[in-house]
Each structure stands twice: as structure tokens, then as C-alpha cells.
């Protein structure tokens, strides 16, 4: 027969998997939405430099302000995303934890909480589920800001390349 302390100890670790991977999520969320800001900041400084006389001679300025006006609006859902997943993540901390707590309450005395720990648990997961899903959509957004960027980069290169090619035919005369 298996020990009744060994037996609670046991089901209370069970959620622990889950609030592991919750706080992994978590981490690597905290620095996603870090770098979201960030990018926010820096294109918000680059287009008002492209907004001042120095920028207006800038090749491809206009592009690139359609560019960043265009990405502003990506940023922030994708901000909200990954808010809302942070949001879904502590909560699911917050209940798996307090399924452990029931369990060990449950095993320590005759506290009978029925099943609010299996309910809590499944909220909890659910949580995970959504956070995950949020993810998901922000991860969309920012691989089709990328392509979009990529874009632009390409045709800057390309003004680039035939102002060398340009160049080089003259020298070469």
C-alpha cells in the first residue's frame, strides 16, 4: 500500500510540469515583447530623423516612411499579443499553483475541496493553451513584418547597387 504523504506530495508536483513550462513561456515571452518595444522605439527614432533635412536626402525615404507607418500598427497588435499572453501565463502560475496548494491542504487535513483542484488544473492548462495560441499570432505578425522589411532592404540594395554600377561605368570611361 502506497504511502498517503508520498501519494499527496506526488499529485501536488504533478502541476509543477506545467508551471515550469508557464515559466518558460514566460521568459522567453518577457523578452519577445522586450524586443517588440525596443523595435517600436528605434523605428519611431529613425522616422523622425527621416522626417528632418537630413532624411529627405536619404535614398528611398519615402519608402521607408511608408515602411515604418506601415509596421507601427503590426507592432502595437503584436505588443497586445504578447501582453495578453503574459496575462494568460501568470494566471496559469497563479491557479496551477493553487491546485498544489488544495492537494496539500486536502492531504493534511479533512478539508474536502471535491474536485475545485481538477477544475483549477484544467483552467490552468486552458490558460497555457491561450497564451500559446496568442503566440502563435503574434509569431504570424512579426514573420510578415519581417518579409516586409526584407522588401524594402532588397530595394535598397538594389539603389545601392546600381549607384556602384553607376559609378564604376564612369570611372572606368
Not at 519577445?32 to 523605428?43: E, H, K, M
Not at 492537494?103 to 483542484?117: F, K, V
Amino acid at each position: 500500500m502506497a504511502d498517503p504523504v508520498f501519494s499527496v506530495l506526488t499529485a501536488m508536483i504533478t502541476p509543477a510540469v506545467l508551471i515550469g513550462g508557464a515559466g518558460t513561456l514566460l521568459l522567453s515571452t518577457s523578452n519577445r515583447l522586450g524586443r517588440s518595444t525596443d523595435r517600436v522605439r528605434n523605428l519611431t527614432t529613425r522616422f523622425k530623423l527621416l522626417m528632418g533635412p537630413q532624411g529627405q536626402t536619404e535614398p528611398l525615404a519615402a519608402e521607408e516612411k511608408r515602411l515604418i507607418l506601415e509596421q507601427l500598427p503590426r507592432l502595437t497588435r503584436r505588443t497586445r499579443y504578447l501582453h495578453r499572453a503574459m496575462q494568460a501565463f501568470y494566471l496559469s502560475v497563479a491557479l496551477l499553483v493553487g491546485t498544489s496548494i488544495l492537494i496539500g491542504a486536502q492531504g493534511l487535513s479533512d478539508l474536502r475541496t471535491g474536485a475545485l483542484p481538477v477544475i483549477l488544473s484544467v483552467v490552468g492548462a486552458s490558460m497555457l493553451a491561450y497564451g500559446a495560441l496568442l503566440l502563435s499570432f503574434e509569431s504570424t505578425l512579426s514573420s510578415q513584418t519581417t518579409r516586409r522589411e526584407m522588401r524594402f532592404l532588397e530595394d535598397l540594395g538594389g539603389h545601392y547597387a546600381e549607384q556602384v554600377r553607376r559609378s564604376g561605368q564612369e570611372v572606368g570611361r
